[in-house]
Nanobody, 115 residues
Framework: QVQLVESGGGLVQPGGSLRLSCAAS????????MGWYRQAPGKQRELVAR???????NYADSVKGRFTISRDNDKSTVYLQMNSLNEEDTAVYYC?????????WGQGTQVTVSS
């Protein structure tokens, strides 16, 4: 079974920064597009950012210029650097690994932006 292990969530003040990490098994990581999604209370899960095996990135309009997704193939880890956080970024953040018809999710990590 594929495991995605997320870390790095927490409580941060508006304007602050956090970095999320997601470690995956080596075999899956190398062939997967990796993504970060988030789900706020009462809202649908939405794409935040994703990065292909070749390094092509996509971002939600709401996070462009503030968030950066990256991947370290040696460590089989994908990162989400989040800067200039605001209260609208409060959500559970999920890591996703996708290849072909396969789609795997992490357990989620809570990010709370509050003063």
């Amino acid at each position: 079974q594929v495991q995605l292990v997320e870390s790095g969530g927490g409580l941060v003040q508006p304007g602050g920064s956090l970095r999320l990490s997601c470690a995956a098994s080596k075999i899956v990581f190398r062939i997967s597009t990796m993504g970060w999604y988030r789900q706020a209370p009462g809202k649908q899960r939405e794409l935040v950012a994703r990065i292909s095996t070749g390094g092509t990135t996509n971002y939600a309009d709401s996070v462009k210029g503030r968030f950066t997704i990256s991947r370290d193939n040696d460590k089989s880890t994908v990162y989400l650097q989040m800067n200039s956080l605001n209260e609208e970024d409060t959500a559970v953040y999920y890591c996703d690994a996708r290849y072909g018809l396969e789609d795997y999710w992490g357990q989620g990590t809570q990010v709370t932006v509050s003063s």
